[in-house]
């Protein structure tokens, strides 16, 4: 099975960025969709933005366009989010997962980073 590495995660003040790195272990298929999720203490996971391999085109969540972009590296099957101008309502557990449709995620999750963003 595939295994998802996040890294890239840590501490930052409001309006800050972080850079998410999302290594895959394996080669993805054109069919497949990554997608990075979060879950905050006392919520339910929920979609943020994906990507899909076979041809780069986008999906976001609202809260996060516009400040957020998904990018890949066919060569190193990684995956990245650029989060720029986080707030509070940021932080939580980032987990990359791949899938085959936008919001939809797979079986198989990595063991996620954790992003705090402080005021």
């Known amino acids: 099975q595939a295994q998802f590495v996040e890294s890239g995660g840590g501490l930052v003040q409001t309006g800050g960025s972080l850079r998410l790195s999302c290594a895959v272990s394996?080669?993805?298929?054109?069919?497949?969709?990554f997608g990075w999720y979060r879950q905050s203490p006392g919520k339910e996971r929920e979609f943020v933005a994906a990507i899909r391999w076979s041809n780069g085109r986008t999906y976001y969540t609202d809260s996060v366009k516009g400040r957020f972009t998904i990018s890949k590296d066919t060569a190193s099957y990684t995956v990245y989010l650029q989060m720029n101008n986080l707030n509070a309502e940021d932080t939580a557990v980032y987990y990359c997962?791949?899938?085959?449709?936008?919001?939809?995620?797979?079986?198989?999750w990595g063991q996620g980073v954790q992003v705090t963003v402080s005021s």
């Open positions: 394996e080669r993805p298929y054109s069919s497949h969709v």
């Open positions: 997962n791949r899938g085959t449709t936008p919001g939809d995620p797979g079986r198989y």
